[in-house]
């Protein structure tokens, strides 16, 4: 299912994420928690790989559209 929903297979998402996560984390601030490096990558290979909009992509994550807007950029 894993590989089904993101169109590769939990190891390279593993290492995929190692590399890029010094890029893509966010800190904590005292307003909120980021949304985590395993989200952001998670909802930027699900566009990709679907081509969904973001307003359909929030029912599969809990994340706004505007926000999956600005990660898909990032």
Known sequence: DFKNFLRMDANSFDELLDMITPLIEKQKTNMRDPISP???????????????????????????PQAIGKIVID
């Open 38 to 64: 395993n989200e952001r990558l998670s909802v930027t290979l699900r566009y990709l790989a679907t081509g969904n909009s973001f307003q359909d992509l929030k029912f599969n994550t809990a994340i706004s």
